[in-house]
């Protein structure tokens, strides 16, 4: 069954430092999200991604993040100057069809973003 | 806003005993309603899924209906397994326009031999 994946598991980053986090959503699917669950807490929406823009995003969602897709198969989340309190595990999913509330999202198993 | 409201965990049940992890939540409009998994060390996984209001949904032997007039998706197994110990998030979508999931906190469901 088609999956999707995110790179790297785990990523330990000095404060101040920029991290890009990858993920690749499956191959048919239109629509992109990111979400972060911060430990004990729970699943908190990020932003979504539908035709090279994005469609909807978050309070968390500040200047400091940003998403793309730089070709046709990856969809990154960059966050330019870690805080401490960005430590979270982050989580991508994708769902086939765009806009539909119904259509289930498919997660990847996450990265673990540690700031040092 | 959108919320969802999940009963606290942890729950310990022995293997074979009846399973309920009760599940509200506060929406506009008509939500489509979920219930993911996610087992150790791993990520999150559609379980089941009710779009309208009297839907059931169902896969591996668990079960949640819509109710819309108590707005609640309770999820339910009638004889749980030692392999079903996991976290499992109800979550909504569909209102306010977009796609995005609103999570509840999540309940630990343990099961022992």
């Known amino acids: 069954e088609p999956e999707v994946t995110q790179t790297p598991s785990h990523q330990v980053t000095q404060m101040g430092q920029e991290v890009i986090l990858r993920c690749v959503p499956i191959s048919n699917h239109l629509y992109f999200y990111w979400y972060r669950q911060i430990l004990g807490q729970k699943v908190e929406f990020l932003v979504s991604f539908y035709n090279n823009e994005i469609s909807e995003k978050s309070e968390i969602f500040d200047d400091q993040f940003s998403v793309e897709r730089p070709d046709g198969s990856n969809f990154t989340l960059k966050i330019r100057s870690t805080k401490l309190e960005d430590s979270a595990m982050y989580f991508c999913?994708?769902?086939?069809?765009?806009?539909?509330?119904?259509?289930?999202?498919?997660f990847g198993d996450g990265t673990r973003l540690s700031i040092l | 806003g959108d919320s969802v409201t999940q009963m606290e965990g942890p729950v310990t049940l022995s293997e074979e005993a009846f399973l309920t992890i009760n599940c509200t939540y506060t929406a506009t409009g008509y939500p489509s309603l979920f219930w993911y998994v996610q087992y150790p060390g791993e990520g999150l996984q559609l379980l089941l899924k009710a779009t309208k209001a009297d839907d059931k949904g169902s896969n591996k032997g668990f079960e949640a209906t819509y109710r819309k007039e108590t707005t609640s998706f309770h999820l339910e197994k009638g004889s749980v397994q030692v392999s079903d110990s996991a976290v499992y998030f109800c979550?909504?979508?569909?209102?306010?326009?977009?796609?995005?999931?609103?999570f509840g906190t999540g309940t630990q469901l343990k099961v022992e031999l």
């Open positions: 999913a994708s769902s086939e069809r765009s806009g539909e509330s119904n259509q289930p999202q498919h």
């Open positions: 979550a909504l979508s569909g209102t306010g326009g977009g796609n995005k999931l609103t």
